[in-house]
């Protein structure tokens, strides 16, 4: 069983940064597809930032140009730089991994809170 370990959430003020990590343990190959979702109090789940593990790489129009995904397909893992958060950021963002035609396994999610 795939297992997802987020890390590195917490609270920053209005333009400041953060660094998300996600580490796959137990695949036994490398994942084709993983990414991240994020999840605002009564909003639904949402897309951030996707990466295949040749490079493709696939962003929400409302984190382009402030956020980075980073992959390192051999080891399963994937970073979410994310640079000049706004308010709007806040959410608990989750890592995702999609080894067939779905997104079949999810980390537990972490917090990012960004204060204006």
């Known amino acids: 069983q795939v297992q997802l370990v987020e890390s590195g959430g917490g609270l920053v003020h209005s333009g400041g940064s953060l660094r998300l990590s996600c580490a796959a343990a137990?695949?036994?190959?490398?994942?084709?597809?993983m990414g991240w979702y994020r999840q605002a109090p009564g909003k639904r789940r949402e897309m951030v930032a996707t990466s295949t593990s040749s490079g493709g790489i696939n962003y929400a129009d409302s984190v382009k140009g402030r956020f980075t995904i980073l992959r390192d397909g051999a080891k399963n893992t994937v970073y979410l730089q994310m640079n000049g958060l706004k308010p709007e950021d806040t959410a608990v963002y989750y890592c995702?991994?999609?080894?067939?035609?779905?997104?079949?396994?999810w980390g537990r999610g972490t917090q990012v809170t960004v204060s204006s």
């Open positions: 995702a991994a999609r080894p067939g035609l779905k997104w079949s396994y």
């Open positions: 137990n695949s036994p190959f490398s994942i084709p597809l």
